[in-house]
């Protein structure tokens, strides 16, 4: 899939006024390669490469609200449902969103008693989690992006380092360049098992209880 820089940077707009409107600005921090291009070079990294959409991360305690308060606005203003993916609790830990060509990712965050907390991944039938510092998801602070100002990780090399490993600043130069799915070069994942449960269509309305 490719994406078009201007294309996204309108998502991107988009999405910050809906989240600055309705008080969930802070609830809803950008991630992975969102928050890399935001601390590396303050533009979406389409702006170098073609491949990479946008990413948000929010905790599971929030999510409910997401999905009463925020979900139903975006919709509104044209982005549509793609998929979510289930966990193996059978709660969502990943929801696809798309507006016109763009593909959004909402990142769910789970945190456990040891303030650690976990994100998932799929690939290839396999669910896959690693842990973060609880640090990067309570202690936050503002990052701009493309102009507009959004909240990550105040420890953000640290973060990126976790992530992507030691050689975080140098982009990559094709889209396969980074395969998750494989050794992490940043915190190696924690546990691998078989499931791969993605929801859609009819089945996903239902589940997020909107129309």
């Not at 078009?4 to 988009?14: H, M, V």
């Not at 946008?54 to 982005?79: A, V």
């Not at 990126?160 to 050689?167: I, Q, S, V």
């Not at 070069?185 to 791969?196: M, N």
Request: proline share 2%; with cysteine; net charge neutral.
């Amino acid at each position: 899939m490719s994406y078009l820089y201007e294309e996204q940077k309108q998502a991107l707009l988009e999405i910050h006024e809906v989240l600055s409107d309705n008080n969930f600005l802070q609830k809803c921090q950008i991630g992975f390669g969102t928050f890399l291009g935001a601390y590396r070079q303050k533009k979406l990294n389409t702006s170098l490469n073609n491949w990479d959409d946008l990413d948000f991360e929010i905790l599971s305690e929030n999510f409910e609200e997401f999905k009463t308060n925020i979900l139903s606005k975006l919709l509104d203003r044209g982005f549509y449902l793609i998929h979510a993916h289930l966990v193996k609790t059978g709660e969502i830990g990943s929801l696809t969103i798309g507006r016109k060509k763009d593909r959004i990712d909402f990142q769910v965050i789970f945190e456990n008693k040891n303030d650690t907390c976990y994100h998932f991944l799929w690939h290839g039938g396999i669910e896959m989690t690693k842990g973060f510092s609880k640090s990067y998801y309570r202690d936050i602070k503002k990052y701009e992006l493309e102009g507009l100002l959004f909240y990550g990780p105040n420890q953000a090399k640290l973060y990126l380092k976790d992530m992507y490993g030691e050689n975080w600043r140098v982009p990559c130069k094709s889209e396969d360049e980074y395969k998750f799915w494989e050794d992490s070069p940043g915190i190696p994942w924690k546990f691998k098992y078989k499931h791969y449960k993605l929801v859609r269509n009819k089945e996903l309305k239902e589940l997020l209880n909107v129309k």
